[in-house]
């Protein structure tokens, strides 16, 4: 029996011209890039010039992403931008986006899921299309980090990075098996409880300010690994299959040791994990399609091939998708 899929058509991303390497936060904080790089495998991030915000990078992202699906804006139907620092409080930043590119139809709206919302973006667009209530679909994960951190608190402001990546989805038809191309199996996770573990402090219904990011470091280590490998090995159980079926584990980009020891726990070989932390950061919700846009340009990730996206952020919020790429 025939099912609609959502294939991914194309990618895109965009960084800001500026970038902060390690060396820069020295003399300034109580650090050093020794310290930076042994703690989180991070050495550079970019952070946005004054004129650049995450309406701004969504929109280059997503035109980079429908140049190489080869479509036009036109050909879009509904943009899920997935963003913790929209440009306003309201209206969406998905709505901006929709009108910089001149799209005059469909629906757009974003989500908050932070560093996991292009998970969930990506998931909640499959289940649009799949609806019926769409055929094409631009997925966004936008941040612009930098500008609710803390620059004087040395274990969040060394962390993160702004950027922007995005991919075309396209309805297609599949057989309904493990062979098919697009996206094959989402599972999604939250939990409240860990609301105080990374959160901001302000927002407009409590302190009527933006507010800055707040962390508790080993807490959110000791929960990642474990939560990430649940939700991934309930994603592979759902498809029947293991950790040598995956060409490519693509995970969020927080902190290098927590990739490696989920791909050890997991059983992923260390050559199979596309690495953008280091040059990059942590860029939230953009982190996983920035990561994506590289190994499919540099010819890493090609047609055919199954590729694992996992993440988990502030919330807690966590989630993974297996893709077959198209």
């Not at 310290?35 to 989180?40: A, K, L, M, N, Y």
């Not at 620092?85 to 009108?99: I, W």
């Not at 040791?257 to 726990?265: G, L, Y």
């Not at 499919?296 to 199954?306: N, V």
């Given at each position: 029996?025939?099912?609609?899929?959502?294939?991914i058509?194309?990618?895109?991303?965009?960084?800001?011209?500026?970038?902060?390497?390690n060396s820069?936060?020295?003399?300034?904080?109580e650090t050093?890039d020794?310290?930076i790089?042994?703690r989180?495998?991070?050495a550079?991030?970019?952070?946005?010039?004054?004129?650049?915000t995450?309406?701004?990078?969504?929109?280059?992202?997503?035109r980079?992403?429908?140049?190489?699906?080869?479509?036009?804006p036109?050909?879009?139907?509904?943009?899920?931008?997935?963003?913790?620092?929209?440009d306003?409080t309201?209206?969406?930043?998905?709505v901006?986006?929709?009108?910089?590119l001149?799209?005059?139809?469909?629906?757009?709206?974003?989500?908050?899921?932070?560093?996991?919302g292009?998970?969930?973006?990506?998931t909640?667009?499959?289940?649009?299309?799949k609806?019926?209530?769409?055929?094409?679909?631009?997925?966004?994960?936008?941040?612009?980090?930098?500008?609710?951190?803390?620059?004087?608190?040395?274990?969040?402001?060394?962390?993160?990075?702004?950027g922007?990546?995005?991919?075309?989805?396209?309805?297609?038809?599949?057989?309904?098996?493990?062979?098919?191309?697009?996206?094959?199996?989402s599972?999604?996770?939250?939990?409240?409880?860990?609301?105080?573990?990374?959160?901001?402090?302000?927002?407009?219904?409590?302190?009527?300010?933006?507010?800055?990011?707040?962390?508790?470091?080993?807490e959110?280590?000791?929960?990642a690994?474990?939560?990430i490998?649940?939700?991934?090995?309930?994603?592979?159980?759902?498809?029947?299959?293991?950790?040598?079926?995956?060409?490519?584990f693509?995970?969020?980009?927080?902190?290098?040791?927590?990739?490696?020891?989920s791909?050890?726990?997991?059983?992923?070989?260390?050559?199979?994990?596309?690495?953008t932390?280091?040059q990059?950061?942590?860029t939230?919700?953009?982190?996983i399609?920035?990561?994506?846009?590289?190994?499919?340009?540099?010819?890493?990730?090609?047609k055919?091939?199954?590729?694992?996206?996992e993440?988990?952020g502030?919330?807690?919020?966590?989630?993974?998708?297996?893709?077959?790429w198209?």
């Amino acid at each position: 029996m025939s099912v609609i899929r959502s294939i991914i058509r194309g990618t895109g991303s965009y960084l800001p011209s500026r970038s902060m390497s390690n060396s820069d936060f020295e003399g300034v904080l109580e650090t050093s890039d020794e310290w930076i790089r042994q703690r989180t495998g991070i050495a550079n991030r970019h952070i946005a010039g004054e004129t650049e915000t995450t309406v701004s990078m969504a929109e280059a992202a997503s035109r980079r992403a429908l140049a190489a699906a080869g479509l036009e804006p036109q050909d879009i139907d509904l943009i899920v931008l997935a963003t913790a620092t929209p440009d306003n409080t309201f209206p969406a930043s998905a709505v901006q986006v929709q009108n910089l590119l001149g799209i005059k139809h469909g629906f757009a709206f974003d989500l908050q899921a932070v560093c996991s919302g292009f998970v969930y973006a990506l998931t909640t667009a499959d289940q649009y299309i799949k609806g019926g209530l769409a055929k094409r679909a631009l997925v966004i994960g936008s941040e612009t980090f930098s500008r609710i951190l803390d620059w004087n608190d040395r274990t969040t402001c060394v962390l993160f990075g702004d950027g922007a990546g995005a991919v075309v989805l396209e309805a297609s038809t599949g057989e309904g098996g493990l062979a098919d191309e697009g996206v094959l199996i989402s599972r999604l996770r939250s939990d409240g409880s860990h609301k105080d573990k990374l959160f901001v402090d302000g927002g407009p219904s409590t302190t009527g300010t933006v507010g800055k990011l707040r962390m508790e470091g080993r807490e959110v280590f000791k929960h990642a690994v474990g939560m990430i490998t649940d939700v991934i090995e309930d994603s592979f159980e759902g498809l029947g299959i293991g950790p040598d079926d995956i060409k490519w584990f693509v995970p969020h980009q927080a902190n290098r040791r927590i990739i490696d020891a989920s791909a050890k726990k997991l059983g992923i070989a260390p050559e199979k994990v596309v690495i953008t932390v280091e040059q990059h950061g942590n860029t939230s919700a953009a982190s996983i399609p920035l990561a994506l846009d590289i190994a499919a340009r540099d010819g890493r990730i090609r047609k055919g091939d199954l590729v694992l996206l996992e993440a988990m952020g502030g919330g807690f919020t966590w989630g993974a998708c297996v893709v077959r790429w198209s």
